[in-house]
C-alpha cells in the first residue's frame, strides 16, 4: 500500500498548497464556460440517483471544492478529499454545508465499498504510472458493486515537470495519457469503462481531455 508520505505526494501537496489562492481564482467557477463537463456529471448523478438509488459519493482531488458543490447542486451526496490541506481549507471556507477532508487517493481512510460514486476530474494526472494500479485498486475498493466511477485526464504521451506555475515555485509531474492507457489500467483493476468521451481542447486548454466513465463490476 502506498502511503501519504510518499515524495510524489509530499511534493504534489506542498506545490498545490503554495498555488491554492491563484488556482481558486483561475478554475473556482470553470464549469460556468464548460456544458460537456456539465452535461457529463449531470449524466453521473442521474444515474447514482435513478440507477443506484443514490448514496455517498466522493470529489478525489476537490481542489478549492467547485466540482463537488455541483455534484451537491446536482442532489447527491458529495464529499471532497484532497492531499493538499490549504485546497481543503479553501472548500470549508467556499462552502460551509459541505465536509472537506485532507487525504491521498493512494490509501483512502474509507470503508470497504461504502461509496456508491467517485468522481476524479484531473487529479490522477500526478499519480506515476508504477503508483496507478494502487490508486484504481483504492477506487474499486471504496466503491460498492455497481458503484460508479467518472475520471478525467488531458490525452498526451509525456511526463512534464513544473517548478514555476503562475509566479509561484513548485515541484510536480504531470502525467498526459491516452484513453487506452487509463482504460486498460481501469479494467485491470476490475473497473469496467462504460463510457468513453474525448473532446477538443476549450480556447484556454493546449489539449484533448478525456472523460471515462466505469463501474465496479465485483463479478470479474
Known amino acids: 500500500m502506498v502511503t501519504g508520505d510518499e515524495p510524489f505526494l509530499l511534493a504534489t501537496g506542498a506545490s498545490y498548497d503554495s498555488v491554492a489562492p491563484t488556482y481558486l481564482a483561475l478554475f473556482g467557477a470553470e464549469l460556468d464556460g464548460k456544458p460537456l463537463d456539465r452535461a457529463l456529471l449531470a449524466a453521473f448523478a442521474e444515474m447514482i440517483v435513478d440507477r443506484l438509488g443514490g448514496g455517498p459519493v466522493l470529489d478525489v482531488g476537490c481542489g478549492p471544492g467547485h466540482i463537488t458543490s455541483h455534484l451537491v447542486g446536482l442532489g447527491l451526496d458529495a464529499t471532497g478529499l484532497d492531499l493538499s490541506s490549504e485546497m481543503v481549507t479553501l472548500a470549508r471556507r467556499r462552502y460551509p454545508s459541505i465536509e472537506f477532508r485532507q487525504g491521498s487517493m493512494t490509501a ?113
Open 108 to 220: 483512502m481512510e474509507i470503508p470497504d465499498q461504502s461509496l456508491t460514486g467517485l468522481v476524479a476530474f484531473y487529479s490522477v494526472i500526478h499519480v506515476p504510472d508504477s503508483h496507478l494500479p494502487v490508486v484504481f485498486s483504492e477506487f474499486r475498493r471504496v466503491l460498492r458493486p455497481g458503484g460508479l466511477l467518472l475520471v478525467s485526464f488531458q490525452v498526451g504521451d509525456e511526463e512534464r515537470h513544473l517548478s514555476e506555475w503562475h509566479g509561484h515555485r513548485v515541484d510536480m509531474h504531470a502525467y498526459l495519457r491516452q484513453p487506452e492507457t487509463i482504460a486498460r489500467s481501469l479494467e485491470d483493476a476490475g473497473l469496467s469503462v462504460v463510457l468513453r468521451v474525448v473532446r477538443e481542447p476549450e480556447p484556454a486548454e493546449a489539449m484533448d481531455r478525456c472523460y471515462l466513465m466505469a463501474r465496479n463490476d465485483r463479478r470479474r
